[in-house]
């Protein structure tokens, strides 16, 4: 499975295979500093039904769950974490530059079939301030398993005897009953925002913030400030000329 293909809602929907209470969660979190590059972090929590029904066959998470693509795409992959409760949790990140480089990532993540098929980030540097903005949206309602695009995948299905329309269908189901995303945004200068997906729905993201440029509002006051001074001091050197001229016309006639 290569790194364009690996949203980790599809991996870990493996997870729900046969147990149908099964809950996963995915949190998308991107944080944008203030020169616009970042770090983009996904989190993807599996219950203790889905982590006992992925490891059924004797596999532990890490062997059932493989993200070695993922690591040679640049990507950093945590380790799985495992709760008291029995549930499990997992975290990959990757780091970007500049705000044009999110979006890429999250396609490469998200793939064909992906429930996050737009998220883009913004830096607008003006005058006085600099806006940040991360739109998209979630898809909840058109997003697919990917396994029936997944031709190698199909091809060793079908070797073992599975029935991969039935099974794209089954998990289908569970993805719409069973998985829930959050995104949230961390902007420079406002609080982190949550946007929850709605299920069987789209959800439109968008996030924005606006932080002025304090020493560059200073130096343009200062600016102004001598710029005026500077016109003050020229204007009272006219008069004081106009007003010796007349000084010496009125002294001329005099004499």
């Known amino acids: 499975m290569s790194a364009r293909r690996v949203w980790l809602v599809a991996l870990v929907l493996g997870l729900a295979l ?31 039904e889905a982590v006992q029904a992925a490891e059924s066959g004797g596999q532990k998470l890490e062997q059932a769950v493989r993200l070695t693509d993922l690591t040679q795409a640049g ?32 396609a490469q993540l998200n793939g064909d079939a992906g429930p996050l098929p737009v998220l883009a980030a913004r830096r607008d540097q ?35 005897g599975v029935d ?15 998985y829930s995303l959050e995104i949230t945004v961390r902007l420079p200068g406002s609080e982190p925002v949550r946007v929850q997906a709605q299920p069987g729905k789209v959800t439109k993201v968008r996030v924005d913030s606006s932080v002025r440029d304090t020493n560059r ?29 007349r000084t010496r016309g009125r002294s001329d006639r005099a004499s």
């Open 217 to 245: 509002m200073l130096f343009l006051v200062a600016a102004a400030g001598f710029a005026l001074l500077a016109v003050v001091v020229g204007l009272g050197g006219r008069r004081r000329r106009r007003r010796g001229r």
């Open 18 to 48: 046969v147990a149908s209470a099964c809950k996963v969660s995915t949190t998308v979190g991107v944080t944008m500093r203030s020169d616009g590059s970042g770090v983009l972090r996904v989190r993807t929590t599996a219950d203790a």
């Open 164 to 178: 991969v329309a039935a099974l794209d269908q089954q998990l289908l189901s569970q993805l719409h009953s069973s």
């Open 126 to 160: 003006g005058l006085l301030a600099t806006d940040y903005a991360v739109t998209g949206r979630a898809d909840l309602e058109h997003v697919a398993t990917g396994v029936l695009a997944d031709t190698e995948l199909g091809q060793r299905l079908a070797a073992q």
């Open 75 to 106: 990507w950093t992959v945590g380790a799985w974490a495992r709760a008291q409760d029995g549930s499990a949790s997992i975290v990959v990140a990757h780091r970007f530059a500049a705000p044009s480089e999110l979006a890429p990532l999250v």
